[in-house]
């Protein structure tokens, strides 16, 4: 009896994969940096488009939410990645490759992590307590736009916009359309619902033949014999909308009809006649100029319409009746009986007019509504344009609705990481900090050489520098490798040298400090990649806004919960990448505008986004089912 209790239990079917342990986590790392790897260059506004071939059409983008979205991802984890660029286009409207770039950065940090032995369960405790600090932070140093004039705000809605446009095909055109992008997002009204918004496009044409209509504007349907003879303008119109068939239509199925002679044949098609011209007297009467129909509206209605002088369309879109329902104030109804002049719509003036090689129904004068029509030459490039300006118009609406920005170029990312290395640093128990202070600062005093002070050493001189070679240690990864000919301040010699010796010492608060610091290394991934994606060296850049900040002492500015910290950030204490010099800009002066509702839906989607493959330890995975032989 004893060997049986040796022998396998079997939970799943046989053939049945599974992977578990630290390699299983690892490979989902490997698989998610795959996805950033194939999006990353699309970053910034020297980003690379990418051609996608699909079975049915072709497809030229850099918008990260549509490369992801055609992807054939078929790896579990990966996909994760992919549901997360959705989500942010879907909420927010832009920042899918930042979200994506910096989730894969947290599992890339995580990976060392990993191979040295450390939970994942710790990982994803201090990755999670760094996301809350820097959140938090975010709402400090935020433009509030309830404190601007109307003027100032119009403009920062303007740069905001310019900024999105900047990465994108339309990005010679930015002015243009981001003026055209807030008036639009202006006229909606306090919901600010972007469904109100339609975009048409129409071939021909250079891009700045688009304009704004403030109304609705369609492409007109197909049209039967008679429709020559309409009206195509009216002021002051009365407009009836329809859910409802205005044809003759003859019964395939389900139908028949016993006749003993021709007469009661005749009746019946008379009887039908009867009630079709019925319902279009029962719209004559209502008083309506223009009729419009989700359903076809046949010849018969279309003659009839044409000698009472009415407009009429049938075949209309449901999202176009939709918008010129709440356009005009009219209601949709399924029938023509018992109707009130109620539910007639209302707008200044309709008329169809020629928009390149298009007929277009134009309802102006309305509230709450507008239309783009968008120019220009080859089908894949409108495309691309009215996903452009579709990024544009949320990131728009999300500055309105946050009523708060921050500056781009990669800075709000700087001033975050600089941010937190000083808090991992501060985090750490102040008698573990105090007793192992003493004995760095003196290692790095006879470690740097050539013209370092002890007043250098101890953080108080920032503006002399020092020439050094500093090689990372593979557990912490905090200092930065230089070049013997690279430069940087000495108080970042002397952090990087407290770091590496607490990182030995402190136990616990030593991984804390690790994981924050890894956090930090990740969000340096959004100005690294705007720089290598604009043909400069990263790493020059890079060191560089470590230096600026590193002056500026953000962790005891920022740490007092002073009310007024963003206005000691305004003027010149914000440093991004100049992606047209390959030089240190400040993105304020610039006017390189983001809503902070993008910057922390990207920072909290990537966080858990990171977590949540780090708790994945092992993937089951089923053969698929086979299909029994005839």
């Known amino acids: 009896m004893s060997h049986l209790m040796n022998l396998p239990i079997l939970l799943l079917k046989e053939g049945t994969d599974t992977s578990q342990g630290q390699a299983q986590i690892v490979s989902n790392i490997n698989a998610c940096q795959a996805i950033v790897d194939c999006v990353k260059t699309t970053l910034g506004p020297r980003g690379m488009d990418k051609l996608i071939h699909t079975e049915r059409d072709v497809t030229i983008t850099n918008d990260g939410a549509t490369v992801l979205k055609l992807l054939d991802v078929t790896h579990p984890a990966a996909s994760v990645l992919v549901e997360i660029a959705k989500s942010q286009d879907e909420e927010v409207g832009d920042g899918t490759t930042s979200v994506t770039i910096l989730a894969g950065e947290l599992l890339n940090e995580a990976k060392k992590f990993v191979l040295d032995g450390i939970n994942p369960q710790v990982i994803i405790k201090y990755y999670r307590e760094a996301c809350n600090v820097i959140l938090d932070l975010l709402d400090k140093v935020s433009i509030n736009l309830s404190e601007k004039s109307a003027e100032e705000r119009k403009e920062l809605l303007i740069k905001c916009a310019e900024t999105t446009l900047n990465s994108k095909l339309l990005s010679g055109y930015k002015r243009f359309f981001a003026e055209m992008v807030v008036e639009a997002v202006g006229l909606l009204g306090e919901d600010l619902d972007d469904s109100l918004i339609g975009i048409k496009k129409v071939t021909g044409g250079s891009c700045e033949d688009s ?9 007109k349907t197909f049209t039967y014999a008679g429709a020559e003879q309409q009206p195509k303008k009216f002021v002051n119109p009365k407009i009836l909308l329809l859910n409802l068939e205005l044809e003759l239509k003859s019964e395939k199925e389900n139908a028949e009809v016993v006749v003993n002679n021709p007469q009661d044949y005749q009746s019946i098609i008379d009887a039908e006649y009867r009630i079709i011209f019925e319902k279009l007297e029962n719209a004559v009467k209502l008083g ?80 709450g509504t507008c239309t783009i029509i ?37 800075s709000t990312e700087m001033l975050l990481s600089t941010y937190l290395y000083d808090y991992s ?59 013997d000919t690279d430069t940087v301040s000495n108080t970042t010699v002397t952090k990087n040298a407290t770091t590496e010796a607490l990182d030995k010492k402190s136990g616990i608060a030593g991984k804390k400090h690790l994981i924050v610091n890894g956090f930090a290394r990740a969000l340096e991934s959004i100005p ?13 850049i890079l060191t560089q806004l470590r230096s600026e900040y590193n002056k500026l002492s953000l962790y005891n500015t920022l740490s007092r919960g002073d009310t007024e910290v963003s206005g000691a950030l305004t003027a010149g204490s914000w440093f991004g990448v100049d992606c047209r010099n390959g030089k240190v800009c400040n993105p304020y002066k610039e006017c390189i505008w983001e809503p902070s509702l993008v910057k922390k839906n990207s920072i909290y989607s990537a966080t858990e986004a990171a977590c949540l493959i780090l708790s994945i330890d092992e993937t089951v995975k089923h053969q698929p089912r086979q299909q029994p032989t005839q």
Do not use: W
Not at 528 to 540: E, F, I, Q, T, V
């Open 374 to 410: 968008l120019r220009g030459g080859a089908q894949q490039f409108i495309e691309e344009s009215e996903r452009s300006l579709n990024d544009a118009l949320m990131i728009v609406k999300r500055a309105t609705k946050s009523n708060s920005v921050l500056p781009g170029a990669g």
């Open 211 to 219: 304009k704004l209509i403030r109304g609705v504007a369609f492409k």
């Open 288 to 367: 309506a100029n223009v009729v419009l129909s989700k359903l076809p509206i046949g010849d018969i209605a279309t003659q009839y319409f044409a000698e009472k002088g009415i407009f009429c369309n049938g075949r209309v879109e449901e999202a176009d009746l939709i918008r010129t329902s709440k356009a005009t104030g009219a209601s949709i109804q399924t029938t023509l009986n018992n109707l009130s002049t109620e539910v007639l719509g209302r707008c200044d003036t309709f008329e169809e007019v020629q928009v390149g090689g298009e007929r277009y129904n134009v309802f102006t004068g309305s509230t």
């Open 425 to 483: 640093l501060h985090s750490i128990a102040p008698n573990v900090l105090s007793s192992k202070l003493n004995g760095v600062t003196s290692g790095v005093a006879s470690g740097v050489t050539n013209g370092v002070t002890s007043e250098s050493v101890n953080g108080v001189n920032t503006g002399d520098s020092a020439t050094a070679t500093t090689t990372a240690n593979n557990s912490s990864n905090s200092n930065i490798t230089m070049n």
């Open 528 to 540: 690294r990649n705007l720089a290598a994606n604009s043909g400069y060296n990263p790493n020059d």
